[in-house]
């Protein structure tokens, strides 16, 4: 079935650096979200994104935080700079159709560990 | 706001065991609610979906049942295998809102052959 890529799979970085998580969504989807997973907790929503805009964004989702999708290519999550809380996996997700009711696809993830 | 509840952390099983994990929801209005399925080194997958009460989702042989007078939508299966061993999220989704998923605690399906 449809497929979301993410890269890298796991990402190790120092307190205060700058890090970018990249999503490569199915293609003819629209609909882009971010989800992060702290290990032992619930997989909690980040922020969603369409035609170019942030659509709705959780407070989990810091002023350190960035999402992009420059011309039809990754669906980026930027973090600058990281902290220790940020250390999480971080899951792309990506629907053909808009709401509540829609069905997501999400990749596989993508572990930040920040030291 | 929106919660999700699944009651069994960790579930153990034979094969051809009877399966029940428990989901109740907290939401106002008619959320749509949802089963993922996630296996080790890949992300939740979509099980299936229930959009109004009474309603039943079904999908390889699991199914669940909208019930919005227990404010339920408990995940069955008549007979496990062992390729069901992974782990199952309950989620929910606002009909009014962008897509933002509320998810369960996950639970810990392990089927021993």
């Known amino acids: 079935g449809p497929k979301v890529l993410q890269i890298p799979s796991h990402q190790i970085i120092d307190m205060g650096q700058m890090v970018t998580l990249n999503c490569d969504p199915v293609?003819?989807?629209?609909?882009f979200y971010w989800y992060k997973q702290i290990l032992g907790q619930q997989m909690e929503f980040l922020v969603n994104?369409?035609?170019?805009?942030?659509?709705?964004k959780s407070k989990l989702f810091k002023d350190q935080f960035s999402v992009e999708r420059p011309d039809g290519s990754y669906f980026t999550l930027k973090i600058q700079p990281t902290a220790l809380e940020d250390s999480a996996v971080y899951f792309c997700?990506?629907?053909?159709?808009?709401?509540?009711?829609?069905?997501?696809?999400f990749g596989p993830g993508t572990r930040l560990t920040v030291l | 706001g929106d919660s999700v509840t699944q009651t069994e952390g960790q579930v153990a099983l034979s094969e051809e065991d009877f399966l029940t994990i428990h989901c109740n929801y907290s939401?106002?209005?008619?959320?749509?609610l949802f089963w993922y399925v996630q296996y080790p080194g890949e992300g939740p997958q979509f099980l299936f979906r229930?959009?109004?009460?009474?309603e039943k989702g079904s999908s390889r042989g699991f199914e669940a049942t909208y019930d919005k007078g227990t404010t339920s939508f408990h995940l069955r299966k008549a007979s496990v295998q062992e390729s069901d061993s992974a782990v199952y999220y309950c989620?929910?989704?606002?009909?009014?809102?962008?897509?933002?998923?509320?998810f369960g605690d996950g639970t810990v399906l392990t089927v021993k052959p």
């Open positions: 997700a990506s629907s053909p159709d808009w709401g509540g009711y829609a069905e997501q696809f």
């Open positions: 293609s003819n989807h629209l609909y």
């Open positions: 994104f369409y035609n170019g805009k942030v659509m709705e």
């Open positions: 939401a106002s209005g008619y959320p749509a």
């Open positions: 229930a959009s109004r009460d009474k």
């Open positions: 989620a929910l989704g606002d009909r009014a809102n962008t897509g933002k998923l509320t």
